[in-house]
């Protein structure tokens, strides 16, 4: 079952066609990763999805029923552009934003309590927000986020100012909460952390779906036959007839194969060419590559 929808959906704003008749599905409980080049239409599409815009033609689904203001309390979106209240101290701050996605004062002290203990940051309840430093108020902004425990997580960008000690705790916060079953979806630049992160992607360019499915997939789909082999000893040029060699340093070999060869195929020539072979892999695409073939396309 999938959690979002989008059925034919655009924007423009003026004569720029932001988002372009844009069709894709994000499973429930996924993790799921919006890619794209700058002013591709991920962010209006982000928007779109949280009704801070209206598509000009389209459908967006919410668990199979037309996305409605209803839906966005169950929604929680943390955009790349941070807003905090900086005169506000952080206790009111999170209380008021978590009493506007329908929590009581009660729960929603609650649910605080439990966040600063989380994060171990019980002296803040008093700060005022401008006393913060950038990675303080990062933290601040996810746990408003999520302090309203929505069954759909957006996160654009939520690492950015972060050094790394904090970067990790909010990444394990994020595998916990899709633990307990919410939907994730994350959009970031940096294509190492939607291939750590992210079970699926939708590529986007110029408003289009380019390219979507599950990570592993979408790898084999863009693999160029490529292996590395470790190896003892020598190798001879008959060792090596039946490949293309990238890159040859001692006891270091990578090679393309036929596109028709298999790779246990491959493993068993080496081996009975009397290869004492130390380690023998396939060398699959990174994201970054795939991005850059698929958006250059």
Known sequence: ????????????????????????????????????????????????????????SGTI????TPLTADHVRQIGYLP?????????????????LACLRD?????AKSKMYEWFERFDIMDWEHKLVEELSKGMQQKLQFISTVIHEPSFLILDEPFSGLDPVNANRIRQEIFRLHSEGTTILFSTHRMEQVEEICH?????????NI????????????KSNRYRLRYHGELSDK?????????NNPSDL??????????????????????AVVNFEEILPTLNDIFIQAVSE
């Open 80 to 96: 790349e552009e941070r807003g905090l209240y900086k005169k506000m101290k952080v206790g009111e701050q999170l209380v008021y």
């Open 254 to 275: 990578v090679f393309e194969a036929a596109s028709v060869a298999d790779s246990n195929q491959i493993l068993t020539h080496l081996v009975g060419c009397g290869i």
């Open 211 to 222: 390219l979507d499915g599950a990570v592993s997939d979408i790898k084999q789909q863009f």
């Open 1 to 56: 079952m999938n959690i979002v929808e989008l059925k034919n959906v655009s924007r423009s704003f003026e004569d720029n066609k932001a988002v372009d008749d844009l069709s894709f599905s994000i499973p429930k409980g996924s993790l799921f990763g919006i890619l794209g080049p700058n002013g591709a239409g991920k962010t209006t599409t982000i928007r779109m999805m949280t009704r801070i815009s209206l598509p000009d």
């Open 61 to 64: 689904f919410f668990n199979q």
């Open 200 to 208: 699926r992607i939708v590529l986007v360019n110029k408003g289009k």
């Open 103 to 107: 929590m009581s004062v009660k729960d």
């Open 239 to 247: 060792d090596l007839d039946r490949v293309q060699v990238v890159d």
